[in-house]
């Protein structure tokens, strides 16, 4: 009995393309020898081996006689119309691989059974190969979709694509390191496939002379991971020992960064544990998710923040009493500073020489350097301003007030009377006015009276309105339990 390798049986060779042929040939009675029934169980065997390889690992289907199709697991109903390539056992096989129950696997395989076996009869015994390659296009620096299309030798297709209008809109936007999938059967090109995001795809199927557009999805799985860290130098060391991302690190420090001063506040011992979301594309991590809970225990304070979805679908984070852990004020305007000078009422002015209240805080950084509004306002001055130089004041509701001296320019859109939201690029770091170098001088004023803007208590944000409460306690109650289990667990592993 000859052996039949899954790897080198091209069974479109052996069964024929032509679906009516087969149809014609059942007509009367047959006779099934047992070594032809056997090759096509074989070839069946093939046929789901291969459906269930293009679930698991599509990159293993270099020459199986798949459309991609069957691979993007969310894709709904394709037309056979548009399957010039595909012969009806193809079709088949694109269908199971669409509903790819244990039952209608099955099915199939008992009722091909029969009639592939008509169809090796019926065949003559050489018949035209027919195959579906694949090509896949890493984008490169310089590529256009013309340019690849051309190496394709496919140029015709392109103005088919192009006629699409909006629809092939994402394909005139293609960058470098994205990547285009083509299928191609004996009758040309059969489907286009755009790698939008790891997560989204945009099929083209070829369907006379235009394409049929789909856009398709893969889910992500969640796995919740834990991190905890102590601090000795800095967060962002006690992060990465902790085998935190920079980006979430990043996140971690965003959502404490209303409360803690990273910069200024962090303490020797002070400790966090985090609760996070990883990931996982077939049982590969993809990224880091989002932080769905936190504690922060800083100079022996315990700060706790909880993802939270409201009613609305406004997703933020809260503490355990449903206070945003957002505030109405960034302490600090600019990223990627240092301190130069503090609030002092007694300072000795570093041009003029002379005792004169500093009533602000400096922030040295390059000049260019962005300059953040500390908080949701309205522009009520900017220009020049005396030894301020270039300067811009804020007016936030009616208690507060910010002003930002020796700007190098000031960001569009902020003319006077304009609304700017926090953390809106108000202007960049100069030297203008009375300067001795590139820094941003910051002030806070409460009522008209200035206040140290790394001192002063800054207004809470709202809390969640009552009709929310039940339902966010509710909803962070199993994780307060997480949290208590796991800070305690690693209070344990401290002091061993
Ligand atoms: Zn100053």
């Known amino acids: 009995m000859p052996k039949i390798e899954a790897n080198s049986v091209n069974y479109n060779s ?23 029934i056997s090759i096509a169980a074989s070839l069946i065997g093939v046929i789901i081996v291969s459906v269930v390889l293009a679930h698991s690992n599509q990159s293993t289907l270099a020459k199986v006689n798949l459309s991609n199709t069957a691979v993007n697991s969310t894709a709904k109903e394709i ?22 129950t244990a039952l209608s696997v099955a099915t199939f395989a008992a009722e091909e059974l029969a009639l592939a076996a008509e169809e090796i009869q019926a065949m003559p015994v050489v018949t035209p190969l027919e195959e579906v390659t694949r090509v896949t296009i890493e984008v490169k620096k310089g590529d256009t979709l013309s340019s690849i299309f051309s190496e394709l030798d496919i140029h015709t297709e ?32 059969n489907t286009i496939e755009l790698e939008k995001s790891i997560t989204k795809s945009l099929f083209l199927y070829r369907n006379d002379e235009s394409f049929i557009v789909e856009e398709a999805h893969r889910e992500l799985n969640k796995i919740s991971q834990v991190a905890t860290g102590t601090i000795n130098n800095s967060l962002f060391l006690a992060g990465q020992n902790a085998g935190m991302s920079d980006g979430l690190i990043m996140d971690l420090a965003g959502i404490f960064g209303w409360d803690i001063d990273f910069a200024l506040d962090i303490r020797k011992g002070d400790n966090f544990t985090v609760l996070y979301e990883e990931l996982y594309l077939e049982g590969e991590k993809v990224r880091d998710g989002n932080i769905i809970s936190a504690e922060f225990i800083n100079n022996g304070r315990q700060y706790r923040a909880f993802r939270y979805t409201d009613s609305h ?4 984070y809260y503490s355990p009493d449903g206070k945003s852990m957002r505030k109405p004020f960034l302490r600090t305007p600019v990223n990627l500073a240092r301190i130069s000078s503090y609030f002092n009422l007694r300072r000795k002015h570093p041009i003029l020489n002379k005792i004169r209240a500093h009533k602000g805080v400096d922030y040295a950084a390059s000049t260019g350097t962005p300059i953040m509004a500390s908080g949701d306002g309205k522009v009520v001055h900017r220009g020049k301003k005396g030894g301020y130089g270039n300067t811009v004041i804020l007016r936030h509701g009616n208690t507060y007030t910010t002003l930002y001296a020796h700007m190098s320019k000031y960001a569009k859109s902020t003319g ?17 006015g009375l300067a ?8 806070f004023r409460v009522n008209g009276v200035h206040r140290n ?3 002063v208590k800054l207004p809470s944000a709202k809390p969640l309105p009552d009709s929310e409460m039940d339902r966010f306690q509710a909803s962070i109650q199993p994780l307060v339990v997480q949290l208590d289990a796991y800070t305690q667990n690693a209070l344990v592993m401290r002091d061993l």
Do not use: C, M
């Open 436 to 443: 001795t170098g590139p820094h941003l001088h910051y002030e």
């Open 313 to 316: 679908e406004k997703t933020e």
């Open 14 to 36: 052996i069964i024929g393309s032509d679906f009516k042929n087969v149809a014609s040939s059942r007509k009367g009675p047959r006779h099934h020898s047992p070594l032809i």
């Open 453 to 455: 803007p790394l001192k």
């Open 416 to 432: 006077v009377g304009s609304s700017v939201r926090q953390a809106q690029i108000i202007g960049y770091i100069g030297s203008s």
């Open 79 to 100: 037309p056979l119309a548009q399957k010039t390539v595909a012969d009806r056992i193809e079709n088949q096989v694109i269908w199971i691989a669409e509903k790819p």
């Open 158 to 189: 392109l103005t088919r694509l192009l006629n699409l209008g909006k629809d092939a809109k994402p394909f005139k936007k293609i960058y470098p390191g994205q990547k285009l999938h083509f299928l191609f059967g004996a009758s040309g090109l």
